[in-house]
């Protein structure tokens, strides 16, 4: 395996793993339904504006 494959399997992996937290928190909040507290946690994660709520 080369570096460049190297370093693009390491993205992949956080990507998966950042996806993974995503998920959890989304599930999480969806069942106590609270939309509101989800994307404020969102927020704090900084990634509110990569990814839009579906709601």
């Known amino acids: 395996m080369t570096n460049?494959?190297?370093i693009v399997l390491?993205?992949?992996?956080r990507f998966i793993r950042f996806?993974?937290?995503?998920e959890m928190f989304f599930t999480h909040y969806?069942?106590?339904?609270?939309i509101?507290?989800?994307k404020t946690m969102l927020?704090?994660?900084?990634i509110y504006s990569t990814i839009k709520m579906n709601e």
């Open 4 to 6: 460049k494959e190297k």
């Open 10 to 13: 390491k993205k992949s992996r």
């Open 19 to 22: 996806n993974l937290t995503y």
């Open 30 to 34: 969806k069942r106590k339904k609270s």
């Open 36 to 38: 509101k507290t989800a």
């Open 43 to 46: 927020k704090i994660f900084g």
